[in-house]
């Protein structure tokens, strides 16, 4: 274990001391000796220590460059075990591994950049499954059901193309230094098939992002004066039946799987912006 090593506020560190929590969250992953798992930020070696041994590779990724160089001391012998000194942001997961797809990802991640964390780690190809502790509210808010008040652009980014679990709390008393505010952690686990190709995903980001920007407008006003989309008039009725919405009804009263019907059914204009 690291200690001595001064807790950075630039990079978010707050670190999981619990034991009984350490282990609930590498229970959590369900990773055995055939599994690769990456954990990003293993930090101080909070979840680090229950996941060596245990599993059949373990990628490390440490931005922090004085914890880097202990994971470096400690594991640099171990063939198991890798350190890539690097963040995870400017990182290539794929090309990590030899089969992206059957990929485990664990971490406790910096709660101000949670969502792009998270965006990165579900490009594709897609990890198997993301364990990630986070801020309980941005938990709620991943998992959020369509009409609920924590339901949004993130939700709908993520229950898109994958299914996503809040699976337990942990109080802010858990971490050194105490943060202030609590943590989820969550399992996501990306969709297969996959439900929509890239040229439609990519058309989802810019139908989502438009809608939840004008969250308080209606959907056919949204789909055909918002610049980035752009539907002709005549064409929102039909767009509405393929994708089980009422061109009067608000952006967060469609559920993920309209928002994918409708990213699909947009005509050319909308999917090109």
Known sequence: ???????????????????????????????GPEDVVLEVGPGR??????????????????????????????YGDRQDVEVVHADILETRVAELVTDPE??????????????????????????LALVLMVQDEVADRIVAEAGSSAYGALTVGVQSVARARKLFRVGRKAFRPVPGVDSAVIRVEPIRPEPLDADEERALRRLVRACFQWRRKQLRKILRDHPDLSVPREEIQALAQQAGFRPTDRPETLSPEGFVRLARALPSEGREG
């Open 102 to 127: 059957r990929l485990l990802v664990v971490g406790n991640i910096p709660y101000n950049i949670t969502t792009p964390i998270l965006f990165h780690l579900l490009a594709r190809p897609r990890p």
């Open 1 to 31: 274990m690291s200690r001595g090593h001064r807790p950075k506020a630039s990079l978010g560190q707050n670190f999981l001391v619990d034991g009984n929590l350490q282990r609930k969250v590498v229970e959590a992953v369900g990773a």
């Open 45 to 74: 070696e909070a979840l680090t220590r229950h996941l060596q041994g245990r599993v059949g590779r373990l990628i490390l990724v440490e931005l922090d460059d004085e914890l880097a160089g202990r994971l470096e001391v400690r």
